[in-house]
């Protein structure tokens, strides 16, 4: 999807709202409270009325564009914006581009990254990468900032030929690997490839491991590639979460580092999905709202 397609597809509001009726029900509209399908239809007020129940709503109540006072034109530009930047998008762009308030953009980026928070993700398998890295801190310059100059870690586990996972961990201890590794490697996992990070073998073995089935690789003699054993994939999916961070995304506290991870996962788990956007609309209209109390509690 480009910005001249956006322009040509929902033009107005009348059209953004069609599109979201159908991704939000695809086998029909139906009462949110007592799922009844005879509705009456207020074009004055765009909303629904059920017969059953009287219940009063719209495409987008009970979702993230609740309460929201922007056309839902700059919505979609929005999530076009920050879904096609491969490397982000900060609030200030948007701030610009949409013409809106610095608040109006945060809280904007921050609620689209709220409907990318994957659920239920299936677990990885195969061959998967798991690696350690630090966001944050002074001599990564300015990527971070709130907390002083504590570094911030971030496990990846990356399936060879799959999917990403990102998270903000408290350390790399070995009972906090291990948690990663058991709500999100399969059992049947082929191969887990670390690098040799004192913590991975006693993670593996707390995660119920086999020893076979742990391969380590040795950085620090320079054997980075011995094979099929590596972390090179997980490594790139590192190196373009860095550069998001340090290019575009200039005030992330580690508060909202989760929310920018959850945005960099979803964003390379769907780089080759030609739906990418309708994808992401999907999400957006079926995921909880998020208050600014909430966010900025
Ligand atoms: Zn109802």
């Keep these: 999807m480009t910005l001249p397609e956006l322009n040509r597809l929902f033009s107005t509001d009348d059209d953004c709202r069609e599109i979201l009726t159908r991704l939000r029900w695809p086998a029909g509209v139906e009462c949110p409270r007592c799922h009844n399908k005879n509705l009456w239809w207020v074009d004055s007020r765009k909303q629904f009325t059920c017969s059953e129940c009287s219940y009063q709503f719209s495409v987008t109540t009970g979702t993230i564009f609740n309460d929201s006072h922007l056309a839902l034109r700059n919505w979609f530009v929005a999530a076009l914006l920050l879904v096609e930047a491969r490397k982000g998008m900060s ?23 709220a409907a990318m928070k994957q659920v239920d993700q299936p677990m990885l398998d195969g061959t998967v990468e798991m690696d350690e890295t630090y966001v944050g801190g002074k001599t990564h310059g300015a990527g971070m900032r709130g907390r002083g100059a504590a570094k911030e870690v971030v496990i990846g586990l990356r399936q060879r030929n799959g999917e990403l996972r990102f998270f903000h961990a408290e350390d790399v201890k070995h009972g906090t690997l291990a948690k990663y590794i058991r709500e999100n490697v399969s059992k049947d996992v082929d191969v887990i490839v670390t690098d040799e990070l004192i913590s991975y073998p006693w993670a593996m073995d707390e995660a119920g491991v086999a020893k076979d089935k742990h391969k380590t690789i040795r950085h620090k003699d320079r054997v980075y590639v011995a094979g099929d054993i590596h972390t090179n994939t997980v490594e790139n999916a590192f190196s373009l979460l860095k550069r998001g961070i340090m290019g575009t995304w200039h005030k992330i506290s580690a508060k909202h580092l989760p929310a920018y991870l959850d945005e960099m996962q979803f964003r390379f788990n769907r780089r080759k999905n030609a739906n990418l956007f309708l994808d992401t609309l999907r999400h957006m209209v079926t995921a909880d709202p998020l208050t600014f109390a909430k966010l900025t509690a």
């Design 91 to 113: 609030a200030n762009q948007i701030k610009r581009t949409l013409g809106v308030s610095y608040k109006t953009a945060w809280y904007l980026c921050h609620r689209i990254r």
